[in-house]
């Protein structure tokens, strides 16, 4: 099993990508959007902490965030590999990961940059739904992936709703901040010698073929 960052911009499909390959591969998504946003939900201190960044489309200072990917890749489950998502988003993540792995004697095998042009970033994000009973993911803007009816999730008739952070207006910012604060990391991977870039545009099941041949090298 490999160590695998999937590295991209808000709304460049990393999520969808993750959850499609870790099923079929069965190695662990971590995901720390995903676990910043259930310590919301479940009124955790860290949650209380992230919540403000979260909703303005800022990240969450470094700190916290090494906390939280600490714990979790500590888990039995994460021994062998796993597949990150949204993590690392500064060099200061990037580099803090490396010196943990080099501790155990281990390192990233592969990290995938999904390239996706801006425009179409922000209308993947715009129109993203989530259903708000069992958290499956959405998008109006993409028959692809439409409700079959409006508003209503397909598997448990929940009502979808649209995240916070996913507002045009947040989106625009989310971006920015990954073109400052995250970008910086293709070349930081690159140098390193395991990046490898995908483009983001194109049909869900062919990217999952392209992450998949890379995952089996
Ligand atoms: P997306 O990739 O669609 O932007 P995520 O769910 O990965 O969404 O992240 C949502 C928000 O959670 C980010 O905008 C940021 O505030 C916070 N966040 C997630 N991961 C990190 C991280 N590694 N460092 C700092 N903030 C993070
Ligand atoms: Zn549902």
């Known amino acids: 099993?490999?160590?695998i960052i999937l590295l991209g911009a808000p709304g460049s499909g990393k999520g969808t990508l993750a959850e499609g390959l870790t099923a079929r591969y069965r190695i662990p998504q971590i995901s720390t959007g995903d676990i910043l946003r259930q310590n919301i939900a479940d009124g955790t201190e860290l949650g209380k902490k992230a919540k403000g960044y979260m909703e303005k489309g800022e990240l969450v200072p470094d700190a916290l965030v090494l906390d939280l990917i600490a714990d979790r890749l500590a888990k039995p489950d994460a021994r062998e590999g796993y597949m990150l998502d949204g993590f690392p988003r500064t060099i200061a993540q990037a580099e803090a990961l490396d010196k943990t792995l080099a501790e155990s004697g281990s390192k990233i095998d592969l990290v995938v940059y999904l390239n996706t042009p801006k425009d179409e970033l922000v209308?993947?994000?715009?129109?993203?739904?989530l259903c708000e009973v069992c958290g499956k993911s959405y998008n109006v803007n993409n028959k692809e992936f439409a409700p079959s009816v409006d508003g209503r999730c397909d598997v448990c008739g929940g009502k979808l709703i649209q995240?916070?952070?996913?507002t045009e207006a947040v989106a625009e910012n989310r971006i920015d901040v990954y073109n400052e604060q995250t970008l910086p990391l293709v070349e930081y991977y690159r140098k390193a010698g395991t990046l490898t870039e995908l483009d983001g545009m194109g049909p869900v099941a062919e990217k999952l073929d392209e992450m998949g041949k890379l995952i089996e090298a």
Do not use: S
């Open 163 to 166: 995240r916070p952070d996913d």
């Open 123 to 129: 209308r993947r994000i715009a129109g993203r739904r």
């Open 1 to 3: 099993m490999k160590k």
